[in-house]
């Protein structure tokens, strides 16, 4: 019954940024934990940042210094704002709704038809 659609990936070059989005249809997204999931080819995805309900992140260490997450709750929308792209940021990526348990964070919510980034040299 939620629908996600990530939007925003592309082709670029190495040291350009890119935002993604991702529309949330039919969810309660402003009570809702969030992340971001990448995927290389033939590889398993890999969580890359998440949200909580009141607006904190956290963020795999490859990316922490690079990328944002954020939310705006009012268009039920994720993104994420990725600077100083490399090309082992090269994966499809996904968006998810989910809840912390402690620290850690499960997806309940996914996945959407991801969206392509791709980062050449």
């Known amino acids: 019954q939620v629908r996600l659609m990530e939007s925003g990936g592309g082709f670029v070059q190495a040291g350009e940024s890119l935002t993604l989005s991702c529309v949330f249809s039919g969810s309660s997204f402003s009570i809702n934990a969030a992340g971001w999931y990448r995927q290389p080819v033939g590889s398993p995805r890999d969580l890359v940042a998440t949200?909580?309900?009141?607006?904190?992140?956290k963020y795999a260490d490859s990316v922490k210094d690079r990328f944002s997450i954020s939310r705006d709750d009012a268009k039920n929308t994720l993104y994420l704002q990725m600077n100083n792209l490399k090309p082992e940021d090269t994966a499809e990526y996904y968006c998810?709704?989910?809840?912390?348990?402690?620290?850690?964070?499960?997806?309940?919510?996914?996945w959407g038809q991801g969206t392509q980034v791709t980062v050449s040299s």
């Open positions: 949200i909580d309900r009141v607006g904190k992140t």
């Open positions: 998810t709704g989910g809840s912390f348990i402690g620290t850690v964070y499960y997806p309940n919510v996914g």
